[in-house]
T-cell receptor, first 111, second 117 residues
Framework: AQSVTQLGSHVSVSEGALVLLRCNYS??????LFWYVQYPNQGLQLLLK??????LVKGINGFEAEFKKSETSFHLTKPSAHMSDAAEYFC?????????FGQGTTLQVKP | EAGVTQFPSHSVIEKGQTVTLRCDPI?????LYWYRRVMGKEIKFLLH????????ESGMPNNRFLAERTGGTYSTLKVQPAELEDSGVYFC???????????????FGEGSRLTVL
């Protein structure tokens, strides 16, 4: 069975600081992994995805994530946070098209 | 091009009443998904349509929930009778092909927030 765990339901960083949102997965087969973002009053938007090509994946708005099979992790990072990055972030896994989501992490960016 | 649209954006009903949520996918998208997020929990899969056929409804909580997609266009999700634990945000998503769903090319609507009192 597949599952996703996001460490920390709330993360707060200062503007300009490093963003690190953690995601660990469990899957019996090679997974496809995703990060989605939900800005206030908007739908979920795909931020980036890992589909067994390069292990370091670059997404929109300067975000990137690294697939580490040995650690079963897919952490999301951004070198320098911007106020507009404040949102809720979801890690998800699938190999069937049915997404399994983590609990979500709300990112707060302080001025 | 219009995205995935959901209606209503917010519905407040009494326990025992009926509510119908609607989802209009992106034109031409054969695959339509319903997901739900109960307060404080993760987003969970409810069901998957391919055109008008239910491909997978393994996530539907119980028989109080009925989803339809007549004609393979828009979809409705009816809850009858609603219970307190049905409160949450119901998301709809669509994709052009199943293979694109697998690689994450799903387009989500803004969600319909349901509050059952």
């Amino acid at each position: 069975a597949q599952s996703v765990t996001q460490l920390g339901s709330h993360v707060s960083v200062s503007e300009g600081a490093l963003v690190l949102l953690r995601c660990n997965y469990s899957s019996s087969v090679p997974p496809y992994l995703f990060w989605y973002v939900q800005y206030p009053n908007q739908g979920l938007q795909l931020l980036l995805k890992y589909t067994s090509a390069a292990t370091l994946v670059k997404g929109i708005n300067g975000f990137e994530a690294e697939f580490k099979k040995s650690e079963t992790s897919f952490h999301l990072t951004k070198p320098s946070a911007h106020m507009s990055d404040a949102a809720e972030y979801f890690c998800a896994v699938t190999y069937t098209g049915k997404l399994i989501f983590g609990q979500g992490t709300t990112l707060q960016v302080k001025p | 091009e219009a995205g995935v649209t959901q209606f209503p954006s917010h519905s407040v009903i009494e326990k025992g009443q009926t509510v119908t949520l609607r989802c209009d996918p992106i034109s031409g998208h054969d695959n339509l998904y319903w997901y739900r997020r109960v307060m404080g929990k993760e987003i969970k899969f409810l069901l998957h349509f391919v055109k008008e056929s239910k491909q997978d409804e393994s996530g539907m909580p119980n028989n109080r929930f009925l989803a339809e997609r007549t004609g393979g266009t828009y979809s409705t999700l009816k809850v009858q009778p609603a219970e307190l634990e049905d409160s949450g945000v119901y998301f709809c998503a669509s994709s052009q092909a199943w293979t694109r769903s697998v690689t994450g090319e799903l387009f989500f609507g803004e969600g319909s927030r349901l509050t059952v009192l």
